[in-house]
C-alpha cells in the first residue's frame, strides 16, 4: 500500500477521538465530591468543564450524554486504543493536522465501497504500523525507518523527542529513519540525545554529517 492510501485511512482512526475528548471532558458526579482534595491546576480544570457544561443549551447536554454513554459501553481495550489515538492527535502539530483534516475531505469524497477497501488494506497491516501512523503523515510514512529510534524510549525523554521528529521536515525525518537503521541498539540513546539537543537550524548538517560517518 502507498504512503498516501495508507495516511488516508489514518482519518478513520482519528475520527474517533473526539468520543474521547468528549469522554474526558464530563465532570463525573463522584469526581465532584473529591475536588478539595485535588491539585489546583487539576480543579481549575474540572469546574470549567463543570461550567461549560452548565452553559451548554439542554438538547446538546442530553446529546453529549448520550455520547458518554456510548464511550462508556465501550471495551477497555477499544477505550484505550481511542485515548492513545487522541492523545497523538493533540500531540500532532497545526500544519499536520491540516494535512489529515484535507485527507479525511479527500476519503469523504470516495466512493463507499472503495473507502472499506482502504479500511481493509490498513487493517491488514501489522498493528505496530497501524500504531505508527498515529504519529501523522510525516512521521507515519517512515516510521518503519524510526521505530529502531523509538524504542524503549525513556519516559522523560518522550515529550522532547517527538516534539523535535514533529518538528523536522519531511526531507529530515527520511534522513533521520535512514540514520536510524544504521543505528546499532547500544548507540540508540545517544543518537537521541544528540537530536534532542541539537538546536534546529543545524539538525540538517547534523543529520548530513552523521549519515556520513
Not at 14 to 41: D, F, N
Not at 153 to 164: H, I, K, M, S, T
Amino acid at each position: 500500500m502507498g504512503a498516501e492510501r495508507r495516511w488516508l485511512l489514518l482519518i478513520a482512526v482519528l475520527a474517533c477521538c473526539t468520543l474521547a475528548g468528549v469522554a474526558i471532558a464530563v465532570l463525573p458526579p463522584p469526581v465532584q465530591s473529591r475536588m478539595a482534595a485535588l491539585p489546583p491546576e487539576a480543579r481549575q480544570q474540572l469546574q470549567a468543564r463543570a461550567q461549560w457544561l452548565r452553559a451548554m443549551p439542554a438538547d446538546r447536554q442530553l446529546a453529549l450524554r448520550a455520547r458518554v454513554d456510548a464511550w462508556e459501553a465501550l471495551p477497555a481495550a477499544e477505550r484505550a486504543r481511542l485515548r492513545e489515538a487522541w492523545v497523538a492527535w493533540r500531540a500532532m502539530p497545526v500544519d499536520r493536522q491540516a494535512l489529515v483534516r484535507s485527507a479525511a475531505r479527500t476519503f469523504a469524497g470516495l466512493p463507499a465501497e472503495q473507502r472499506q477497501a482502504l479500511r481493509d488494506e490498513f487493517a491488514a497491516l501489522p498493528p505496530d504500523i497501524r500504531r505508527g501512523w498515529l504519529l501523522g503523515p510525516v512521521l507515519g510514512a517512515e516510521w518503519e525507518g524510526l521505530a529502531p529510534l523509538l524504542m524503549q524510549v525513556p519516559p522523560a525523554q518522550r515529550e522532547p523527542l517527538l516534539q523535535v521528529l514533529h518538528a523536522l521536515p519531511p526531507a529530515q525525518v527520511r534522513d533521520l529513519a535512514t540514520l536510524s537503521q544504521r543505528t546499532p541498539p547500544q548507540a540508540r540513546g545517544a543518537l537521541r540525545d544528540e537530536l534532542i539537543r541539537t538546536a534546529p537550524a543545524e539538525r540538517g548538517d547534523w543529520l548530513r554529517a552523521r549519515l556520513l560517518q
